[in-house]
């Protein structure tokens, strides 16, 4: 059973930081992309960020470019989400996601074939 677990999500002021992990299970996803995505309350899900299954491409929705980084440690199947400079916009459920697909860079939920459970974010001002 594949199961992706995220963890690190949690409460800060405006300005501070968090490191959301997301570690899978069931399956190696060492030949495939993993993104994050967030939805907000009364708001559909949107993408964060995907890394491709080298670590070595990235790509961020506008929002977050020069605050977030995404990373990887395939040898620990784990994916990253580092929050700089968070703000009260950044206050959403923070979904893991990891594609079937090889060698892919998805940015779109349809690509996404597996998710965890989701953690909270809430940034106060």
């Known amino acids: 059973q594949v199961q992706l677990q995220e963890s690190g999500g949690g409460s800060v002021q405006a300005g501070g930081s968090l490191r959301l992990s997301c570690a899978a299970s069931?399956?190696?996803?060492?030949?495939?992309?993993m993104g994050w995505f967030r939805q907000a309350p009364g708001k559909e899900r949107e993408f964060v960020a995907v890394?491709?299954?080298?670590?070595?491409?990235?790509r961020y929705t506008d929002s977050v470019k020069g605050r977030f980084t995404i990373s990887r440690v395939n040898a620990k199947n784990t994916v990253y989400l580092q929050m700089n400079s968070l703000k009260p916009e950044d206050t959403a459920v923070y979904y893991c996601a990891a594609a079937i697909a090889k060698y892919t860079l998805p940015i779109s939920i349809s690509e996404y074939d597996y998710w965890g459970q989701g953690t909270q974010v809430t940034v106060s001002s």
């Open positions: 890394i491709n299954w080298t670590g070595g491409i990235t």
């Open positions: 069931g399956r190696t996803f060492s030949q495939n992309a």
